[in-house]
């Protein structure tokens, strides 16, 4: 029998939901839930995403150094 292709299915080049950052890795981690209303209205102030804001907190806060904060 002959397989055909329908053209369904698999990847099409430049498809999909594009990336905000160009390199992320998963941060877990546990926190209060006033720390986290605190983050949330933080990041609804600025109409941003909770990743978004907590990655300009830490930039702002470290002074945008790739080395530890107070090194």
Request: charged share 30%; hydrophobic share 35%; aromatic share 4%.
């Amino acid at each position: 029998m002959d397989e055909k292709k329908n053209g369904w299915g698999g990847k099409r080049e430049g498809s999909g939901r594009k990336r905000v950052f160009a390199e992320r890795v998963t941060l877990n981690s546990a926190v209060s839930a006033e720390a986290r209303a605190m983050l949330d209205a933080y990041a609804a102030s600025l109409g941003i995403s909770r990743n978004a804001a907590l990655e300009r907190l830490i930039r702002e806060h470290c002074g945008g150094s790739m080395s530890p904060c107070g090194a």
